[in-house]
């Protein structure tokens, strides 16, 4: 079964610096993979979206996230973080149902200090 | 063009009493998905109605729940007789064809 596992639950980075949110999916054919962020008490924003194109995929707000079939990964990333940028990160595998069947990893909470 | 909307975003209700949360689609969408987020969990896939058709209910739990999507009108999610569990934030999602909108989900606490 498709299944996504998000490896941490909290991040935590300085403004300016690098950010790293990990994700390993699990399927048995090519998936279709994204990245949606929660900011507190809104609804989900979709940042980015991977459907067997490039396997580099660039996102809104200066995020990306690399495709690697070989470690089954889709880790997030973006160069410098802003404080804007702490939020709820959920990484999500679409099931093969004819429809957009999205089955959410866990979480991963990014907090940004000053 | 407004986006997903959702009422009530927050709701309480008694336990045995019955919650009725309303998803408005975008413009032009005539797929709808609801998720429940039970706190500190991921989104769980319930159901997926298109206009007066309830395509894939897999996720939805066996009794007290219910959803619709008729002609006219919003989508409907109705959970009867509620319990402290099914305290959760609710989202809906509309799409066009295949990729989802979320809406800023109702938030139902159960007393």
């Known amino acids: 079964a498709q299944s996504v596992t998000q490896l941490d639950s909290h991040v935590s980075v300085s403004e300016g610096t690098p950010v790293l949110l990990r994700c390993n999916y699990s399927s048995s054919y090519s998936p279709s993979l994204f990245w949606y962020v929660q900011h507190p008490n809104k609804g989900l924003q979709l940042l980015l979206k991977?459907?067997?194109?490039?396997?580099l995929v660039k996102g809104i707000n200066g995020f990306e996230a690399e495709f690697k079939k070989s470690e089954t990964s889709f880790h997030l990333t973006k160069p410098s973080a802003h404080m804007s940028d702490a939020a709820e990160y959920f990484c999500v595998v679409s099931l093969n149902t004819g429809f957009q069947k999205l089955v959410f990893g866990t979480g991963t909470r990014l907090l940004v200090s000053p | 063009n407004a986006g997903v909307m959702q009422n009530p975003r927050h709701l309480v209700r008694r336990r045995g009493q019955e919650a009725r949360l309303r998803c408005s689609p975008m413009k032009g969408h005539s797929h709808v998905y609801w998720y429940r987020q039970l706190p500190e969990e991921g989104l769980k896939f319930m159901v997926y109605l298109q206009k007066e058709n309830i395509i894939d209910e897999s996720g939805m739990p066996k009794e007290r729940f219910s959803a619709e999507f008729p002609k006219e009108g919003p989508s409907i999610l109705r959970i009867q007789q509620v319990v402290r569990g099914d305290s959760a934030a609710y989202f809906c999602a509309s799409s066009p064809e295949y990729e989802q909108y979320f809406g800023p989900g109702t938030r139902l606490t159960v007393t």
């Open positions: 991977y459907t067997s194109a490039a396997t």
